[in-house]
């Protein structure tokens, strides 16, 4: 916890927040009905349009998603710091490397238990692996 709190001083805090800004439209990308694999996921967790047009509790939704986003960007410029991980390339590998591992492996093991077709494991997966590699390429430049 130590190099957290010490690495979280030396942060630079507008990477931070334009990192943390990031899932916000790779998500609205990702999961649309109109461009990306909305369709697919909404049959996938048997949700009909009018389930997703509904938007009671949506700004609860998106408060807990971008508390989660900040603290996903700091501690993803933390580890950046400690590992010396700088560069565009470097960046987005290591985010590739976390997110298939760290987000990806929950997915599997949760969707895995709880009998969730593959196949959304796989867009899930997808979203979070991407989301992750932007952010950490905004860091790995701009830190």
Same mark, same amino acid.
């Given at each position: 916890m130590e190099f957290i709190l010490n690495t979280i001083e030396q942060l630079n805090w507008w990477a931070v927040i334009v990192a943390a800004l990031v899932p916000f439209p790779i998500g609205f990308l990702w999961y649309s009905l109109d461009y990306g694999f909305g369709k697919k996921w909404a049959k996938l967790v048997?949700?009909?349009?009018? #389930?997703?047009?509904?938007? #009671?509790?949506?700004?609860?939704?998106f408060s807990v998603l971008a508390v989660f986003a900040v603290a996903t960007a700091v501690i993803l410029a933390s580890l950046l710091k400690a590992t010396g991980t700088t560069g565009l390339l470097d960046s987005v590998v290591f985010g590739v490397v976390i997110g298939i591992v760290l987000r990806g492996g929950a997915h599997f093991i949760h969707n895995g238990f709880a009998k969730r077709p593959?196949?959304?494991?796989?867009? #899930?997966?997808?979203?979070?692996?991407v989301s992750i590699a932007a952010m950490t390429a905004v860091l790995g430049v701009w830190l």
């Open positions: 048997n949700l009909k349009k009018s #389930d997703l047009e509904k938007t #009671d509790g949506m700004a609860m939704t593959a196949e959304l494991t796989l867009l #899930d997966v997808g979203h979070d692996m």
